[in-house]
T-cell receptor, first 114, second 116 residues
């Protein structure tokens, strides 16, 4: 069972469209992070959300942390081909202090066609 | 460029063999993480080292081992390789400030391992 479930698994859209991808869990997280991974590269951190209900904006990307801190969403406005990539959510799970593991969802593979 | 260097970028080997993957963290980062990425399992945490000491362990097989050296570079050793070990192996580094919410991981470009 995946601790963090991401949906949809695949998404193919046209340039200029809006989209939302989701990251859900039955567990509470102290924070959630979103990464983007491009082909042949490692994931790159986009944002960390910490407070329940928090909304963060990064240009055309809007990230929201659920009130109960069990889920998060990423909304992209007017998608561009440069937004193409694998979007991963991640959250820390562990036994306290620094002894934790950053656990990743399987990701949403986004393709934006010109 | 994340500042994390992984070598080699590609590795092709045969079943039963042993390989070593190398990672140099960002300057100043004390913590190194190893992850395995495959299509069916996604990005799976293997192991973390902090300043030379093992800090956390994930789904790492007994055939796999890692270490972090005094100069903070790390190596992941994979032995008795099986076909199912074919995957992308990522190293990441961070400063580790002690609080998960402050943690920011910087990933290398990965090593693509193909076991034939």
């Amino acid at each position: 069972t995946q601790l963090l479930e991401q949906s949809p698994q695949f998404l193919s859209i046209q340039e200029g469209e809006n989209l939302t991808v989701y990251c859900n869990s039955s567990s509470v997280f102290s924070s959630l992070q979103w990464y983007r991974q491009e082909p042949g590269e490692g994931p790159v951190l986009l944002v960390t959300v910490v407070t329940g209900g928090e909304v963060k904006k990064l240009k055309r990307l809007t990230f929201q942390f659920g009130d109960a801190r069990k889920d998060s969403s990423l909304h992209i406005t007017a998608a561009q081909p440069g937004d193409t990539g694998l979007y991963l959510c991640a959250g820390p799970k562990g036994s306290g202090g620094s002894n934790y593991k950053l656990t990743f969802g399987k990701g949403t593979l986004l393709t934006v066609n010109p | 460029d994340s500042g994390v260097t992984q070598t080699p970028k590609h590795l092709i080997t045969a079943t039963g063999q042993r390989v070593t993957l190398r990672c140099s963290p960002r300057s100043g980062d004390l913590s190194v993480y190893w992850y395995q990425q495959s299509l069916d399992q996604g990005l799976q945490f293997l192991i973390q080292y902090y300043n030379g000491e093992e800090r956390a362990k994930g789904n790492i097989l007994e055939r796999f081992s890692a270490q972090q050296f005094p100069d903070l570079h790390s190596e992941l050793n994979l032995s008795s390789l099986e076909l199912g070990d074919s995957a992308l192996y990522f190293c990441a580094s961070s400063v580790v400030r002690g609080m998960p919410t402050n943690e920011k991981l910087f990933f290398g470009s990965g090593t693509q391992l193909s076991v034939l």
